[in-house]
């Protein structure tokens, strides 16, 4: 069988060079595309030698519509409104769709479950192994505890992150939230300044630290009287995302149009 053919989307940024190299370290899988921004002054570079991996010369380009038409699949981790075109546009192609990009609008989310009327898609706040069954644990937790177990989520990234919380902070905090029986969305406390009263039992709260080269910690608190519990993960490199990502795309060839997660890819669902 041929390898299944992949574009890369944000080749030149942190995660695209790591995923370059994921995907030339990955048997079944072959890079046939690089997409930067219009403007970028990447373009024209070899993805490869951005990379730091030897191979083919791919061109970094932002002719999207052609990549997507000699490709299987589109690895994306770059920006929300580049996610939402890319996936309106691999829809069109009818090529798979793995998206790591965080940070979207309530209207981008809609777009997305929209496009994967027409395409396979997979999204996921966090692409590794370690993350996802971290989430799986929170939710069970969670349903174990009742509401005198206050649940706060921390997290801490380099200082080059745009969107907070982190995808990955929204991820536990929705699976805590399913665990709990409650709609996140109602029950979530995203920032704290000022008088802001007491704490009201039943909240999901959030917390944001941002500095230096840190790639991902993430820590769930499950806070009672006169004892806590805390489930945390520490990623030690981006290489987990990416390795995670290129799974998510094989794993997507040939399936059914539809949004699926990490959780699905690893066989989490039922946890
Ligand atoms: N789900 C996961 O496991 C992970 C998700 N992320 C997310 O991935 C995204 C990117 O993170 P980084 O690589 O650290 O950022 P970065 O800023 O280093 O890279 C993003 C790249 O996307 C490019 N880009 C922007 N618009 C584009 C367009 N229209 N077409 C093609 N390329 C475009 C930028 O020029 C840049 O090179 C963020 O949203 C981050 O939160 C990061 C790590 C893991
Ligand atoms: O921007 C990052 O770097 C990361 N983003 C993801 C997130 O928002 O959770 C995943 C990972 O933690 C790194």
């Known amino acids: 069988m041929s390898d299944m053919r992949l574009i890369v989307a944000g080749a030149s940024g942190r995660m695209g060079r790591t995923l370059v190299r994921a995907i030339a ?27 730091g991996v030897g191979g083919e010369d791919i061109l970094v380009t932002d002719d999207t519509e052609r990549l997507m038409s000699h490709a299987d699949g589109i690895i994306d981790f770059t920006a929300p409104h580049a996610t939402v075109d890319h996936a309106k546009l691999a829809a069109k192609a009818g090529i798979a769709h793995i998206i790591g990009t965080t940070g979207f609008s309530a209207d981008d989310e809609a777009a997305i479950v929209q496009a994967a009327k027409r395409a396979v898609i997979v999204k996921s706040g966090n692409m590794s192994l370690g993350v996802n069954l971290l989430a799986a644990l929170v939710k069970r937790v969670a349903k174990t505890l009742d509401e005198d177990f206050d649940i706060e989520v921390l997290e801490m990234h380099h200082n080059k992150k745009v969107d907070a919380p982190s995808g990955t902070a929204l991820l536990l905090g929705r699976a805590a939230a399913e665990g709990r029986g409650i709609s996140l969305d109602q029950r979530s406390v995203r920032s704290r300044d000022g008088h802001t009263g007491a704490r009201q039992a039943g909240d999901i709260g959030f917390a944001t630290l941002r500095g230096g080269t840190v790639v991902g910690d993430h820590t769930v608190i499950f806070a009672g009287t006169a004892e806590r519990i805390e489930l945390g993960h520490k990623a030690e490199d981006r290489m987990i995302f990416a390795r995670g990502a290129v799974k998510a795309a094989l794993w997507a060839n040939g399936k059914k149009p539809g949004l699926y997660s990490m959780a699905d890819v690893l066989g989490l669902t039922d946890f």
């Open 25 to 51: 370290e990955t048997k079944g899988v072959t890079l046939c595309g690089a997409l930067e921004q219009a403007g970028s002054p990447m373009i024209g570079r070899n993805a490869s030698d951005l990379a």
